[in-house]
């Protein structure tokens, strides 16, 4: 199954199930991809294999501590910068400077406003992520909507595929890095996808076809033994 359109992903670890029923539901509903976890050592496998845009962490959980899993995700290159919102019944300042301290970049008393803790993640990615929440991204004549499902190159439309578009988000929203066959394929197909990374080819074929006609520069770098990426130099 595909990521849901290339949405924001938050990991929700809370162990009231009740609680995290209901954030999950409401910010689901805001347009977010959630994923659960309710233990604090299966929090911290999911933040190694797979870390997501911004992370809502309980304090006090089975398992490994909440500060814990804040302590080794600042540690960890790939996590160190991650988003994280402490959320927890603790209000005493003292313990919100501790988590502040730990590395949490904002902290939530229990019980809180949904609403509040849905503008707060938008705040942390706005700074953190913007390519993630802006509603288009541009890289010189090349103009990709989020809102209206639409890319334009210098005026023209391009029609593509809904697999396509995916791809083609994906890339745009990190010009220069280069994703292996089997990052496309998780992020675009979905890591259950029983599909060859040759299907990657194809589709980056596809992608090709349409965003150039003539001359046009094409905006999409193949790196030799390594995979695909947006020409970081594109429209500069």
């Not at 589709?203 to 001359?215: D, P, Q, S, W």
């Given at each position: 199954m595909?990521l849901?359109?290339?949405?924001p992903?938050?990991?929700?670890?809370?162990?009231e199930?009740a609680l995290?029923t209901?954030?999950?539901?409401?910010l689901?509903?805001?347009?977010f991809?959630?994923?659960q976890?309710?233990?604090?050592?299966?929090a911290?496998?999911?933040?190694?294999?797979n870390?997501?845009?911004?992370?809502i962490?309980d304090w006090m959980?089975p398992?490994?501590?909440?500060?814990?899993?804040c302590r080794?995700?600042?540690a960890?290159?790939?996590t160190?910068?991650l988003p994280?919102i402490m959320l927890t019944?603790?209000?005493?300042e003292?313990?919100?400077?501790r988590?502040?301290?730990?590395?949490a970049?904002?902290y939530i008393v229990?019980?809180?406003?949904?609403?509040?803790?849905?503008a707060?993640?938008?705040?942390l990615?706005?700074?953190?992520?913007p390519?993630?929440?802006a509603?288009q991204?541009?890289a010189?004549?090349?103009?990709?909507?989020?809102?209206?499902?639409?890319?334009h190159?210098?005026?023209?439309?391009?029609?593509?595929?809904p697999t396509?578009?995916?791809?083609?988000?994906?890339?745009?929203?990190?010009?220069?890095?280069?994703?292996?066959?089997?990052?496309l394929?998780?992020?675009?197909?979905?890591?259950?996808?029983?599909?060859?990374?040759r299907?990657v080819?194809?589709?980056?074929?596809?992608?090709?076809?349409?965003l150039?006609t003539?001359?046009?520069?094409?905006p999409?770098?193949?790196?030799?033994?390594?995979?695909?990426?947006?020409?970081?130099?594109?429209?500069?």
């Amino acid at each position: 199954m595909a990521l849901s359109e290339n949405k924001p992903r938050i990991l929700l670890v809370e162990d009231e199930e009740a609680l995290a029923t209901l954030v999950t539901y409401n910010l689901e509903a805001e347009g977010f991809v959630v994923e659960q976890a309710a233990h604090g050592d299966d929090a911290d496998l999911m933040l190694i294999e797979n870390p997501p845009d911004l992370l809502i962490l309980d304090w006090m959980l089975p398992g490994v501590s909440g500060i814990e899993i804040c302590r080794r995700l600042r540690a960890r290159e790939q996590t160190k910068t991650l988003p994280v919102i402490m959320l927890t019944a603790r209000g005493q300042e003292d313990e919100r400077v501790r988590g502040l301290s730990t590395g949490a970049d904002d902290y939530i008393v229990k019980p809180f406003s949904v609403p509040e803790l849905v503008a707060r993640i938008r705040a942390l990615l706005r700074r953190s992520k913007p390519e993630r929440v802006a509603d288009q991204l541009i890289a010189g004549d090349l103009v990709l909507d989020r809102e209206t499902r639409r890319i334009h190159r210098a005026g023209r439309e391009i029609d593509l595929g809904p697999t396509e578009f995916r791809l083609l988000e994906h890339l745009m929203e990190k010009p220069g890095r280069v994703y292996t066959r089997a990052q496309l394929l998780d992020a675009i197909w979905g890591m259950s996808a029983e599909i060859d990374e040759r299907t990657v080819d194809v589709h980056v074929g596809r992608l090709r076809k349409e965003l150039t006609t003539g001359r046009e520069i094409d905006p999409i770098r193949t790196v030799r033994g390594a995979g695909y990426g947006f020409d970081d130099a594109y429209g500069k």
